[in-house]
């Protein structure tokens, strides 16, 4: 797949270590996220170590990408708000303004 509107590919140099589904992004309370610790330590068996060391590079990835990633999004949430969006888009995408009317009504019950 190519770049799009709704998708990004994360590199590591030539190899693709892993994508950006922008028509998958879903609202999340601040109180639901939890850091996750990818320091390699000698514990780790091979599996855990080579996991770590891609989200390391997916995370660094992302940092270094965070004004682009924040402009892709908001441009494709305002793109399927609009009439601009094509049919095949909005099929393809989750119902923003939906998940955020459900995440305002379990952030109202978990007060």
Do not use: H
């Amino acid at each position: 797949m190519k770049n799009d509107v709704d998708f990004t590919k994360i590199m590591d140099g030539e190899r693709l270590i892993g994508v950006l589904n922008f028509n998958n992004m879903i609202p999340v309370d601040e109180s639901c996220i939890s850091p996750l610790n990818l320091k390699v330590s000698l514990k780790d068996d091979a599996q855990t170590k080579s996991y770590k060391i891609m989200a390391a590079k997916q995370l660094g990835w992302c940092q270094r990408n965070q004004d682009a990633i924040i402009k892709k999004a908001n441009k494709l949430y305002l793109l399927v708000q609009s009439e601009k969006a094509s049919g095949f888009l909005k099929k393809r995408c989750c119902d923003f303004k939906k998940l955020e009317k459900v995440l305002q009504k379990w952030a109202r019950t978990e007060i």
